[in-house]
């Protein structure tokens, strides 16, 4: 198959390798039925990404993702900051009773 010699402006080329179930993936029940062509396995890989990109479910599994790694930095972070807290208030008190002494 001749590929195209230039795109248009708004195109750009790009190359990727896929495993083999990706690609019965994409394709779907076509591929029972005749060898998929590269130019249909390309218009598969653009539908899906057109999807994946405008599809609001995606978007909003995305943003549901984010917060809850928001939620468990800053969990992360009022651990940390309670634990060393409790070391500096251990360190004072070791240091009192060294004064007391």
Known sequence: MARPKSLPDDQIRVTVRLP????DALTG???????TSPGHLSAAVRQALHHYLACPELQQAEAEAQAIADVQAAAA??????????VEAKEAAREARRQAR
């Open 20 to 23: 083999q179930t990706l690609v």
């Open 29 to 35: 029940p076509t591929r029972r039925y005749r060898q």
């Open 77 to 86: 972070a009022q651990a940390v900051a309670d634990w060393l807290r409790e």
